[in-house]
């Protein structure tokens, strides 16, 4: 599946980074390289091997069911580019 | 060379319980060093003032008899590692001004066994990359040089300052991180011992994420024995990380110097690749000889997968890193760049906060996330993972640890590889395996190329023991008796 300048304007609105129209081609033809040499995953006899998600073993620790953390809103928001009385400022998103 | 940075962290913690000296003025005898050593970019942040109450405050522990195991010792932090007020920027400008409220669970143990933080080492932006060309902050320069040149050699990536400021004699040991080879890669460019445990042994909470199911922080050190004590002291449970394992930790100084005596170690033959320098194939039989004498069996086994882990990876990591780097938004901490609406902030942040290496790995994760290629692509490298991981447990059957090269070349100039992402990946044909397998794995340096630039040994061991590679790299570091240091220019 070859990486046209269409696909890589979609995986950029996707992926939420503006590039500059003057960038796609060079990126599609570098993302194009990497995937061709990636695609030699194909030879490999993967039927009914089951996907490996993580190394650790199975089942995620459990634990009570209690505040850790938290309740501290000037700390919290203290690396915020914008906030106010320990609320976070973002741009308007309901018109 | 002043006497006092050219200790081992061992004998400098010696020094310090018999009196010989303070962690003030070994503290001290490091800051000159750091601040000499600027042209080597190893340091994103120097904290003298922090780094001399932390002295202090370690010389009256002492004084009181309640010294903990690392109590004064100078150490250089990865800035991947979130530091409690002190600034973190994953060498990103998305995280240019953050400044974290909290502390990594890592470093939070070294300050519990006392040790003392110099400052805050580059690094590959968001740890993607082999040269240290990817930090927004320049590259770190290699303290070593080619015989006869002037030309600026890459010390490796990511943990590149961390293995900088070891082998320049900056600090007695760093912290640093592993994603695929980033511990050991750099230290094998500059004649520093690192090591990557097994999955799950370090915490990963308070470490700047990239790819969590592959991350793991491991120490970089002038010695085997060095690395041993850091790494008994950054390792331990943590239930703030989900996948922190619940072992005991043992301490992994006590298997350096133990006999390897009848110890089985393999040699996988795929990882004889093409091209590979003569050097590097010399050093690798060298090592076998050296084992050998001590008393180990040698046996040769197979991994076939290995030459797929690389493509596997460049999917897994890439995939990993979209997800986790979505969190940079410009909304709750970091960069934010204006827009007309809110996706425009989100895309503008991001395109003016993220290097162009962090963007082309966001932009494959994304593809092979994205809709009618997750199965093509991120299911099928999931289940070559497992293959890959299934070749390691078949030679578990026939031998204790493995015997590689770390690298296949010695540090190459800045800009070498730069405009080839492939070429700059084949950096960690020999490391990236363990980490899709989850396994501990050490790079120690055994020699030096014909330009005299150190080249380094890789043993893998298997899950959980890394007291076995401690005892094997303990024997090799005996035999190859590597002493040489970069002649200082800077």
């Not at chain 1, 580019?81 to 976070?88: A, E, I, N, R, V």
């Not at chain 2, 370690?58 to 250089?76: E, I, K, M, N």
């Not at chain 2, 015989?147 to 600090?171: E, F, H, I, M, Y």
Request: proline residues 5%.
């Amino acid at each position: 599946m070859a990486i046209d300048a269409a696909t890589v304007r979609k995986v950029a609105r996707l992926a939420r980074i503006a590039e500059p129209e003057e960038r796609i081609e060079a990126l599609a033809q570098e993302l194009n390289g990497i995937m061709t040499w990636i695609e030699q995953l194909a030879e490999v006899d993967t039927d009914g091997v089951e996907p490996m998600t993580s190394v650790v073993g199975a089942g995620a620790p459990l634990r009570e069911d209690v505040v850790t953390m938290g309740g501290d809103a000037v700390a919290i928001t203290l690396n915020a580019p914008k906030s106010t009385g320990g609320f976070f400022v973002v741009p308007k998103v309901v018109e | 060379m002043n006497a006092l940075t050219s200790l081992t962290l061992k004998a400098a913690l010696d020094g310090l319980e018999a009196g010989d000296f303070t962690s003030v003025e070994l503290t001290r005898a490091h800051i000159e060093a750091v601040e000499a050593a600027r042209p080597l970019n190893a340091f994103l942040l120097e904290t003298p003032d922090q780094a001399l109450a932390m002295a202090a405050a370690s010389d009256a522990r002492r004084a009181l008899g309640a010294a903990g195991p690392l109590d004064g010792a100078p150490l250089g932090i990865k800035d991947l590692f979130c530091t409690h007020g002190v600034r973190t920027t994953a060498a990103s400008k998305i995280l240019e001004p953050f400044v974290p409220q909290y502390e990594s669970t890592v470093t939070s143990q070294l300050w519990r066994d006392g040790a003392v933080m110099l400052g805050k080492l580059n690094l590959d932006e968001f740890a993607m990359g082999s040269s240290n060309e990817t930090s927004a902050y320049g590259p770190v320069i290699n303290p070593w040089r080619k015989g006869g040149s002037n030309q600026a050699l890459t010390p490796g990536g990511s943990s590149g300052g961390s293995a900088t400021a070891v082998a320049a004699d900056l600090c007695l040991g760093a912290t640093a991180t592993d994603t695929g080879g980033s511990i050991r890669q750099p230290a094998a460019f500059t004649g520093t011992v690192g090591i990557k445990p097994t999955y799950g042994r370090c915490s990963r909470w308070g470490v700047v994420a990239f790819a969590s199911s592959l991350d793991q922080a491991g120490p970089i050190a002038k010695t085997v024995e060095d690395a041993a004590l850091l790494l008994t002291s950054m390792c331990g449970h943590d239930p703030k990380d989900s996948t922190s394992l619940d072992v005991p930790v043992p301490d992994f100084a006590a298997f350096v110097g133990k006999s390897v005596k009848g110890l089985r170690i393999g040699i996988p033959k795929e990882y004889r690749v093409d091209n590979m320098p003569a050097e590097i194939e010399k050093l690798w039989a060298d090592g076998i000889a050296w084992l050998k004498e001590a008393g180990c069996e040698i046996v040769e086994v197979s991994l076939p997968h290995t030459k797929y882990a690389l493509p596997a990876y460049y999917i897994v990591a890439p995939a990993e890193a979209s997800s986790n780097l979505a969190r940079y938004d410009g909304m709750r901490y970091g960069l934010r760049a204006e827009g007309a609406n809110l996706t425009e902030v989100y895309e503008n942040t991001r395109a003016a906060g993220f290097g162009d290496e962090v963007k082309r790995r966001i932009l494959i994760g994304t593809y092979v996330l994205s809709a009618g290629y997750y199965d093509a692509y991120y299911l099928k490298a999931l289940k070559v993972r497992r293959r890959i991981a299934e070749d390691f447990d078949r030679a578990w059957e026939k031998c204790d640890a493995l015997l590689t090269p770390t690298a296949p070349s010695a540090a190459f100039g800045l800009g070498e590889n730069s405009n080839d992402p492939i070429a700059m990946y084949l950096n960690d044909v020999f490391t990236v395996t363990t980490n899709l397998a989850g396994l501990p794995g050490l790079s120690l340096p055994a020699g030096l190329d014909a330009n005299g630039l150190p080249l380094g040994l890789q043993i893998i061991g298997k899950p959980l023991d890394e007291g076995t590679v401690f005892s094997v790299a303990g024997a090799l570091e005996k035999a190859a008796g590597f002493k040489a240091k970069a002649t200082k220019w800077w």
